[in-house]
């Protein structure tokens, strides 16, 4: 880590993580090449590859020579130099991944969670990072971060989780420390729609999208969006529970007080429910019921669909109408199904004169895991790289899998 003394001003850390960002970003670069980029003096620049070498942060990958002029000496960061796991503790799956510190994947792991419930599923993350952080050969102590997207929300002061029905038994529980303990370094908790969101911002559909937003239709419904590139958080960091929008079904019911109206309505359990109200017995799971719908042999699932089309598209009208983003990205394990979103997309028209840009997550399964890796790849380079009274995340560099 940079130290953060009186030796070290706060200068020198901005002029540490000006360094920092191009060569993330750019590559291998030479030192006078880093001074233009950066406008550093020449001393300055000496000063900080000094700190950054010994500190075991970037190494020398080579000498250019040309035919006029000394050679120059090319620096570039070790990607040894440390470590980070991103991870999504999900209602049927628990995924993991380990990136070094410029953002390459070394290696992935998943397994199912449907059995799992409470500590019990914290317990089985922290195993299957022990497993992933063994095989991949790395000194557990150069893992520096880890992120693990979630749903919910967790609460600041007492690191419990709320809004997360459908995750049971981790609501009484100090879930930040647990994870922590399990993982064996310090852990940031994200909402898994609001991860999702940042994994396609970094290297799904919107890249280069500041104003975006994230719909995931699945076991639950849920919202995440950048505007000017940052989240939206709200007051208690629950922006974004449209599960919640009284839309679909009445909003004063039981179901809908406790999960939301739009989610007891084209959550995956309102849509099996609503395609068994129809007369529906030959399909189980969405899945069957998108099936058969686009197959147009089963009229209870045509209806069930375009319910749930029809509704998703009110929802999306509700998400324009406020944030007014430039691109909706939708996901989820329903979101991602063939055809719901061409279902959506028309259903549209019929309820909004204002064009609005859907797309489907081009990461699917895996936008909150790759969320989650961008979130620790940030806050381990704002602890290492940015100044203590002005942290402010890096630039990433696009992510290259293992």
């Not at 570039?76 to 049927?92: F, K, M």
């Not at 290696?107 to 599923?121: M, V």
């Not at 999702?196 to 799904?204: F, K, M, N, R």
């Not at 790849?377 to 992510?399: E, V």
């Amino acid at each position: 880590m940079i130290p953060d003394d009186t030796a070290t001003p706060v200068l020198r850390q901005i002029s540490v993580r000006a360094v920092m960002d191009v060569l993330l970003n750019s590559g291998a670069t030479s030192r006078a090449a880093l001074a233009k980029i950066t406008g550093l003096s020449k001393q300055t620049m000496s000063e900080v590859i000094r700190v950054l070498e010994s500190g075991g942060f970037v190494r020398i990958k080579g000498v250019t020579s040309g035919k006029v002029g000394r050679a120059a000496v090319i620096y570039e960061v070790d990607p040894s130099a440390g470590y980070v796991i991103g991870a999504e503790l999900g209602v049927t799956s628990l995924r993991l991944s380990l990136a070094n510190i410029v953002g390459d994947i070394l290696a992935s792991e998943e397994a199912p969670s449907d059995d799992l419930a409470g500590t019990a599923l914290v317990s089985a993350l922290g195993r299957l990072s022990a497993e992933l952080v063994a095989k991949a050969g790395i000194d557990r102590q150069k893992v520096l971060v880890a992120a693990v997207a979630m749903p919910g929300v967790v609460e600041p002061v007492s690191g419990r989780l709320s809004l997360s029905p459908n995750l049971e038994g981790l609501g009484d529980v100090d879930v930040r420390t647990l994870l922590s303990a399990e993982l064996g370094c310090a852990v940031v908790i994200e909402n898994d729609i609001n991860a999702a969101v940042i994994g396609e911002s970094w290297t799904g559909c919107a890249v280069g999208v500041e104003e975006v937003a994230f719909v995931s239709l699945g076991t639950g419904i849920g919202l995440g969006a950048l505007t000017g590139g940052r989240l939206i958080r709200g007051a208690s960091g629950a922006a974004g529970e449209i599960g919640f929008l009284p839309i679909g079904g009445d909003p004063t019911a039981s179901d809908s007080l406790e999960r939301g109206a739009l989610e007891s309505t084209i959550g995956r359990r309102g849509i099996r429910e609503r395609y068994r109200a129809l007369g529906g017995t030959a399909a189980s799971s969405p899945f069957d019921i998108f099936e058969a719908a686009l197959k147009g042999q089963d009229q209870a699932a045509v209806t069930a669909a375009r319910d749930l089309a029809r509704n998703a598209a009110l929802s999306m009208v509700a998400v324009h109408a406020l944030l007014e983003p430039r691109k909706i990205v939708v996901g989820g394990i329903v979101g991602c199904l063939p055809g719901v979103v061409d279902w959506i997309k028309a259903e549209l028209p019929r309820v909004s004169r204002r064009p609005i840009v859907v797309e489907v997550s081009t990461l699917g399964a895996h936008a909150a895991l790759t969320g989650a890796v961008a979130i620790a790849l940030n806050q381990a380079h704002n602890l290492l790289f940015s100044p203590a009274d002005l942290p402010m995340p890096l630039r990433l560099p696009a992510a290259t899998h293992g």
